[in-house]
């Protein structure tokens, strides 16, 4: 079955040339979280172009979220995603087709720079590309298919903003049998890769805002220094994972920010920590949220604070726990059609570090999922990097402003993955 399955890619795979172009055109004109209004217009022209007159196509959900629907015959229903928004980083590739665009955030009025840096341009072109060939291939295959693109999931509110606007009630898509999706990542291009159980950690993160007095900076005994308090909370913050956690539980515990005053001589009324968290489990995630309120209440206690502590949380992602009957159907056929011999597939891939909200599209509706990882790193570079043992030096992650995918291989082998995971279940047999 996979054997055939891998003809059938080879035959109905779209020219690869023109999906380049797009990719190219996306990485330039990247959007915010909540404000993808002209990829989402982008995504739906083209569905509508490529795809069978037959095609559902369905906008606005859940802020700029669509899905595409096309019935063909009896079996399965495979729902396929990927998310659409771009992330406020300038960036710094010096690619010809860099992003050099800014947008005015929303939320804040704060005009930023705008970049692909997680590389959801590449999921939008492959989960197309993937379209296409499915399209071509329809008669090879029986059941329905649907093409969910996902807005903000870098806030990690757009899966379930989708579901929350009635996705599979009001706009009529169809409850999904298994829901499947997947994410480039910093790895050898033209590698994919699988993991049964926990491939992504939960995620979240509070803005906290420690209260104190302002005074002069000449007369710090009158004051309640914030920044005082602030420093000692995120020393005490450290030891939450070092001291309070086990070694063989991955956690992380990050203040990505802080911002006090706006005069050297002047001693702030309060300051303002963003702190980010990571988990693999459920009763960690709980432990973890539980102390970081307990230490910064307890620093702004010592302190003698003019009031309480505030907590206003700002992203909260799940676990992605991949079903292991759904993972081991998608083993069977990636490990023919990519090989495992070569390294090209590796059905045992390190967790990610990262997070994703991919799951609430299925876990809404208690059906079971799986989420894959294609590599983007260009290959003579990876293996001399590799050989020098400086990956983590050297290569940048997702989210850094020099992160540059290959398109090729990249491309092809995202494109391919989406297509095997569909017809794994949708193939006739």
Known sequence: MASALSQ???????????????????HQNPELSNQESETATLIAERLKTIGPDDLVIKINIGGYGLAAVLSNG???????????????????????????????????????PVMHACGHDMHITCLLGAAAALFSARATWSGTLILVFQPAEERGTGAQAMVDDGLYTKHGVPIPDVVLGAHVMPFRAGRIGTGRGIVATSADSMEVTIHGRGSHASMPHTSIDPIV?????????????????DP??????????????????????SAVLGIDTRSTTVETRERIMRRIKAVVSSECACAESTKEPEFKMTRSFPLTINDIETTKKIEDTFSVHFGEEGGQYNRNLPRLGGSEDFSILATAVDKPYCFFMYGSIEESRWDQIEAQGTISKDIPANHSPMFAPAIMPTLQTGLDGYVLGALTFLGKK
Do not use: C, F, W
Request: charged share 25%; aromatic share 4%.
């Open 248 to 269: 063989a539980d991955s956690s992380v515990v990050t203040v990505a920010t802080i911002h006090a005053g706006d005069a050297e001589n002047v001693i702030a009324d």
């Open 74 to 112: 009896d079996g399965p229903t495979v729902l396929l995603r990927a998310d659409i928004d771009a992330l406020p980083v300038e960036e710094r590739t010096g690619l010809p087709y860099a992003s050099t665009k800014r947008m005015v955030h929303a939320a804040t009025g704060v005009e930023k």
């Open 8 to 26: 059938l890619v080879g035959q109905h795979r779209p020219d690869l040339g023109p999906l380049q172009e797009l990719y190219k055109y996306l």
């Open 229 to 245: 308090i602030a420093a000692s909370t995120i020393m005490k913050l450290q030891t939450l994972v070092s001291r309070e956690t």
